[in-house]
């Protein structure tokens, strides 16, 4: 009792520490699990551990411990820092490559893109990027598809040579197939022609816009002409199996100005009736005169010869010589040449008084010369005479001619 009585404050506060340790959650059912602090005051247990989350997901981190109040008057006791939390596990890339092929093979292509996406991410393998273009192809991602094929072609293992020709051959496919480009226009309506610069016998396209086209890969130039507008030109740039819209606002157009009236032409004035031609000056007549006179001269010199030459052959026949015989014939040869002159200004002459130089137009009809027009007929200069003597001599003989223009 003696021992109690000195021991009674050290019970009282076990006594505490039980009803602190029963109060404070401890559920396991034993007193001896509690551990005492220095204190007094029990220890707080340790945290759970973190649990591992579904596959392809970061594990879930432990949810922190709630303080515990210290007891009244008792003294809080240091606490211990929190263990880290464990690392999250890598996801399984054979386990997410095998749900994609499942989801492929059941036609859940999107889902299926996205398990073979993130097997790609955890270990890229050749038949995941095969799949991961399959999923592209059927989804209609024609570029993407392109891009996951070529990384496959990139490095295809030899086990694989047969789905390495399937690749190629659907990547030269997806290359060839068109764009598709969609057009709208405001106002709609629009006529659309491809390419009229470098082919010049392009046609509109059939539909007006708002239409689709479908236009190889590479540039290309869109006229796009409506009634009341003005024509606009559009250049785009078309990749393969690609789609793209293209929108134009087209610019009203102002009516074109009134045409200018009309330009009357005046009617040419008359030409001016050209004056009557004068009247054709009389033919001088010297010319007549003067051959005329040569004519009779010559003549008169002739007979005056003749004579002569008949004298002295009358001579030659009662006393013949030689120098009566050659006086004799060089008289009768000068008789006759001034015979042959006579006889040759005689008839030029008849011929200058005989002829008319009157123009043509003046002895023409005068209802003729009404309807053709008259031309003015220039003044005749006088004619002008010269008369050129040419004496000659022979062995026998000797005489003299002369020589008359006009």
Do not use: W
Not at 196 to 209: E, I, K, R, V
Not at 310 to 333: C, I, M, V, W
Not at 365 to 391: C, L
């Amino acid at each position: 009792m003696k021992i109690l009585g000195k021991s009674r404050g050290v019970a009282t506060v076990i006594a505490v520490a039980l009803g602190l340790a029963i109060g404070s959650g401890v559920t396991d059912g034993s007193l001896a699990a509690a551990q005492m602090a220095p204190t007094g005051l029990p220890v707080p247990p340790p945290p759970p551990a973190a649990k591992p989350g579904p596959a392809g997901q970061p594990a879930t981190p432990p949810a922190a411990a709630k303080p515990t109040a210290p007891a009244s008057g008792a003294t809080p006791a240091a606490q211990p820092a929190a263990k880290p939390a464990a690392p999250a596990k890598p996801a399984d890339a054979k386990a997410l490559a095998a749900s994609g092929e499942k989801k492929f093979k059941a036609g859940d292509f999107a889902g299926a893109l996205a398990d073979f996406e993130a097997s790609e991410t955890a270990k890229a393998a050749p038949e995941t990027e095969r799949f991961i273009g399959l999923c592209q192809d059927n989804l209609g991602h024609y570029p993407e598809a392109v891009i996951a094929y070529e990384k496959f072609l990139a490095a295809v293992p030899a086990s694989m040579k047969q789905q390495g020709d399937e690749a190629k051959k659907r990547v030269e496919a997806i290359k060839t197939m068109p764009g598709k480009v969609h057009v709208e226009t405001t106002p709609p309506g629009a006529q659309i022609t491809v390419d009229l610069a470098t082919n010049p016998n392009a046609q509109p396209n059939a539909a007006p816009t708002p239409t689709d086209l479908d236009l190889p890969a590479g540039h290309h130039t869109l006229k796009l002409s409506a009634e009341g507008y003005t024509a606009a030109d559009k250049e785009i740039d078309v990749t393969y199996a690609s789609k793209q819209d293209v929108r134009v606002e087209l610019v009203k157009s102002e009516p074109p100005p009134p045409p200018p009236p009309p330009v009357v032409a005046e009617a040419p004035q008359p030409a001016p009736t050209p004056p009557p031609p004068p009247p054709p000056e009389p033919r001088s007549k010297v010319p007549a005169y003067v051959t005329g006179a040569v004519a009779i001269i010559a003549t008169g010199v002739g007979i005056g010869f003749g004579v002569k030459a008949l004298g002295q052959s009358s001579d030659f026949d009662k006393n013949p010589t030689t120098q009566k015989a050659d006086d004799g014939e060089n008289n009768a040869l000068v008789a006759d040449m001034m015979f042959g002159i006579a006889i040759t200004f005689g008839v030029t002459s008849a011929v200058l008084f005989l002829s008319n130089d009157a123009p043509q137009s003046a002895k023409a009809d005068p209802a003729d010369q009404k309807k053709a027009p008259r031309v003015a007929v220039a003044k005749k200069a006088p004619a002008k005479i010269t008369i050129t003597p040419t004496p000659y001599v022979t062995p026998t003989g000797g005489g003299a001619g002369a020589v008359v223009r006009f």
